[in-house]
């Protein structure tokens, strides 16, 4: 289980599938949804089985973003890829998005695998047109590191990666 991280505006608490009511707002709205691997959610229920997958790979931290605890505005993981590596994904509501939850949930998030897991990288994998994660991760101290080309096949065809990343000093 996730342990419950809190700091700069925000309670981050272990993800359960109970939050998948407040999260249809993020996964079942295409606009959010476009540039995550699979399309939008068509019901609660898929967002609800997406979550238990999500929480059944071994290793993966996964939080719900909230502001006090409570309701999920986003949720925000670390998956350990080997060690020292890991590598994280965030989604917000629409509701919540732009108002800094997401940049106070990554760096809690960034520090707990830097020091907590002992981890000397952490990066990301954005698709180069969604420019509100690439500005995300670049605004909080991530590095642009390259472009795989072709890296993903998902619902709106086969997608390039952009590469971001951020050492341990």
């Given amino acids: 289980m996730s342990p419950r991280l809190e700091g ?3 309670v981050l608490r272990a993800l359960e599938v109970a939050d998948a009511q407040a999260l249809f707002a993020a996964h ?10 699979g399309p939008a959610h068509k019901s609660v229920e898929e967002t609800a089985a997406y979550i238990k997958e ?7 931290q996964v939080w719900a973003i909230t502001e006090n605890g409570g309701e999920a505005c ?3 993981a670390l998956f350990v890829l080997r060690e020292g590596v890991g590598e994280i994904g965030v989604i917000m509501r629409p509701d919540a998005a732009g108002r800094g939850l997401a940049s106070a949930a990554l760096n809690l998030v960034v520090a707990y695998g830097f020091e907590k897991l002992g981890l000397h990288r952490v990066a990301a994998d954005v698709d180069p047109d969604n420019d509100a994660s690439l500005n995300l991760f670049l605004r909080n101290g991530f590095e642009r590191e390259g472009l795989l080309r072709g890296n993903w096949k998902t619902h709106i065809g086969v997608r390039d ?9």
């Fill in 161 to 169: 990666t952009v590469m971001l990343a951020k050492l341990r000093d």
């Fill in 74 to 76: 986003g949720r925000i």
């Fill in 8 to 10: 700069h505006g925000v």
């Fill in 54 to 60: 999500t929480l059944d790979i071994p290793g993966a």
């Fill in 28 to 37: 079942g709205d295409a606009a959010t949804h476009k540039y995550w691997s």
